[in-house]
């Protein structure tokens, strides 16, 4: 009854896996730029793991109904071995190749641009080949019968204990992914160092530009924190019910399986929630960023309209006062020339003298005034 149960959970958690990593594939290709290279290797990470665990989730189900189907049948079984385990190995390989990407831009910046095809295929080369190299390890050691895979050996009917060469997995398969993820802890740091170390040298100009290009790092480096999170405990977990438990065979690749799984289902849908967090920030800082903008330059732009009206106004009044006053000052030169030779020629009366002379005076005051 409980292995019927079991059989059933594992069922929904792949299932589970399958939607949950399928939505989030459609999200990313849907919501960023997939040639971008981050966003590319993500959709990429996320559409293999929603593949496998579709197939997982289909020999489940064969399981349930046939068990015997499995038995002594090591295609089948090493093929069913091969869709929960290559999920191991690419995630932790994803984030280094973020992690390494992210290092080349920050220190080459002109050796590729973000949506380099030439990359994008180096991803999906690399990612192939690790595929392909986990695919090799698990059918080599199934069909040469080595006993490598306690799951397999499980599957096979193969009674416990009788696994000669279990060290294989350990150094083909889960010392490189130890060492992996260390290379991106160790490359993660030195994106840190970097990204520090241009924001303090850049102008001021240029300080806007790289807090933009720290939203698309921001996702980046959540995605590589996300997958260390999830898979450094797996390792330690799978290790410590392995070998410090008393427990059968089969209860031992059943925690191992379950918690597995649980890591694929959830661990690109948790990324992808991220990705969108960061990304309604960007948006929301672009937009409010780019009202603050126009808002200053609206500002500077009034500024500059009051201060071009005032030099306008100066040079206008200075042409009305002088416009005003020359014109008097001629005319009034003018009739004081004639009146002075009018003096001359007038008769020689006191009284007429005296009324010019007053008349004069009064005319010479309202010049002076």
């Known amino acids: ?106 220190k080459y910046p002109n050796l590729a641009s973000r949506n380099s095809r030439f990359v994008n295929l180096v991803h999906t080369v690399s990612l192939c080949l690790v595929m392909f190299y986990t695919i090799v390890i698990i059918f080599v050691t199934t069909f040469l019968d080595l006993g490598a895979s306690e799951f397999i050996n499980l599957c096979l009917g193969i009674p416990e204990g009788n696994g000669q060469y279990n060290y294989i997995v350990i150094v083909g398969l889960i010392l490189p992914i ?89 661990r690109n849908p948790i990324i992808a929630r991220f990705a969108f967090r960061v990304n309604e920030t960007i948006k929301r800082n672009t937009v409010e960023d780019r009202r603050q903008d126009e808002i200053k330059a609206a500002l500077q732009k009034r500024q500059e309209i009051r201060e071009e009206n005032a030099r306008r106004e100066v040079p206008t009044v200075s042409r009305l006062v002088n416009s005003s006053a020359m014109p008097d000052i001629e005319i009034s030169t003018h009739l004081l020339s004639n009146l002075t030779q009018s003096a001359l020629v007038l008769p020689n009366n006191s009284h007429t003298h005296h009324s010019f002379y007053a008349a004069f005076f009064l005319f010479h005051s309202s010049l002076v005034l």
């Not at 896996?17 to 997939?34: E, L, Q």
């Not at 720290?214 to 019910?241: D, K, M, Q, T």
């Open 1 to 106: 009854m409980l292995g019927w149960v079991i059989n059933y959970a594992m069922v929904c958690i792949s299932g589970l896996g399958f939607f949950a990593n399928f939505k989030s594939y459609r999200y990313i290709t849907k919501t960023f730029n997939t040639s971008d290279n981050l966003f590319n290797v993500l959709a990429k990470d996320a559409l293999i793991n929603a593949a496998l665990n579709a197939l997982y989730s289909i020999g489940s189900i064969i399981m349930i109904i046939n068990r015997q189907v499995f038995k002594s049948n090591k295609f089948a079984c090493a093929f069913w071995a091969m869709t929960g385990t290559i999920p191991i190995v690419t995630g932790p390989f994803t984030s280094f190749l973020i992690s390494l990407r992210r290092l080349i831009g920050l």
């Open 178 to 266: 130890c060492m992996v993820i260390g290379l991106t802890i160790t490359l993660d740091f030195a994106n840190k160092t970097t990204i520090e170390h241009m924001i303090v040298e850049v102008s001021l100009s240029m300080r806007q530009a790289m807090e933009e290009k720290r939203g698309h790092n921001e996702i980046a480096r959540r995605a590589i924190y996300i997958n260390i999170c999830l898979f450094i405990p797996w390792v330690f977990y799978s290790a410590i019910v392995s070998n410090s438990f008393d427990f059968s065979l089969e209860t031992k690749i059943i925690l191992i399986t379950i918690s597995n799984l649980f890591v694929d289902a959830i």
